[in-house]
């Protein structure tokens, strides 16, 4: 079969790559960066140069593919993040009317149902919606939940605060967790085994209350009982510029902290929990964590 890849290398993208150069198919990776065209090719795949923005680029890649592993690129110079990731999903929508495409495993999001209001989110619900409207094309909406990756966001503030937070966590619902190793697995699972049809794969590999999360990170770096607080709104917007982000992107995580706070965010994923989830767990994370709180 003829997959194509985007996310360049990536921690889902790479490694679901080797998967399935190693069970024998034909792999094209899109990447923005030359300098990936090497280390592409050194694993059995085709390197494709170009940017997810350009259309008779991805027009001429998606052609003759029959498979396709879709993701939104996220950069945190863009200034308007919002309006990028709407224009790589009008992109991918133009390129597979004209393609052989007949499959496509969405790197989606928790959330997505919700369509609007739950920030970074809102584009990846758009591009369900649209890419449900394309006749005979099977769709696997991969929802997996927050990354573990998110929480080095923490470092800092437990380090020197002693606290850890967000503009949520003071409900009972606890935050679901995904490592993206686990993302990985089941994306390939998802690519190697064809399916028909319409579907929507929730993934996770942890479920915990953030006052849970602050206490076992703030253990894994000697910091005891480190409480968790549920910032305002505008508190929480104004700590993510302080710690670099830019407005687009702070108002967009703004957006999501609402939705999780409001119970909406992971309504479906209750509805519709996993059978299994992944074994990697939040005290797995809290060593990887700790590395990071070292140098923040």
């Known amino acids: 079969m003829k997959y194509i890849i985007t996310g360049s290398l990536g921690n889902i993208s790479r490694p679901v790559t080797k998967n399935l150069v190693a069970a024998g198919h034909d792999v094209t990776v899109i990447s923005s960066s030359a300098d990936k065209k090497s280390e592409i090719e050194s694993l059995g795949a085709t390197a494709a140069i170009g940017s997810v923005t350009d259309s008779e680029f991805l027009k001429i890649i998606f052609q003759n593919a029959e498979v396709a592993y879709l993701m939104i690129p996220s950069s945190f110079s863009l200034p308007d993040y919002a309006k990028f990731q709407l224009e790589v999903a009008d992109k991918y929508l133009e390129a597979l009317k004209g393609s052989n495409i007949k499959h496509?495993?969405?790197?989606?999001s928790l959330g997505a149902h919700m369509r609007k209001g739950a920030g970074p989110i809102d584009a990846l619900g758009y591009l369900e919606e649209k890419l449900l409207e394309i006749p005979d094309l099977n769709v696997n909406f991969l929802r997996p939940s927050y990354f573990f990756s998110n929480l080095f966001?923490?470092?800092?503030?437990?380090?020197?605060?002693?606290?850890?937070?967000?503009n949520y966590g003071d409900t009972d619902e606890k935050l679901v967790l995904t490592h993206t190793d686990h993302i990985a697995e089941v994306a390939t699972e998802a690519l190697l085994n064809l399916f028909t049809g319409k579907s929507i794969t929730n993934i996770a590999n942890d479920e915990r209350h953030p006052s849970e999360i602050a206490a076992v990170l703030g253990k894994a770096v000697g910091k005891e009982n480190t409480p968790w607080i549920t910032f305002s709104?505008?508190?929480a917007y104004k700590g993510m510029l302080?710690?670099?982000?830019?407005?687009?992107?702070?108002?967009?995580?703004?957006?999501?902290?609402q939705a999780v706070r409001s119970g909406e965010m992971q309504a479906e994923y209750w509805k519709n929990r996993p059978e299994k989830l992944g074994d990697y767990k939040l005290e797995d994370y809290a060593k990887e964590f700790a590395g990071a709180y070292a140098g923040a």
């Open 104 to 108: 496509v495993v969405l790197l989606s």
């Open 153 to 166: 966001s923490l470092a800092g503030m437990i380090k020197h605060g002693g606290i850890a937070g967000n």
């Open 233 to 235: 709104d505008e508190d």
């Open 242 to 257: 302080g710690a670099g982000l830019n407005e687009s992107f702070a108002q967009l995580y703004k957006e999501m902290g």
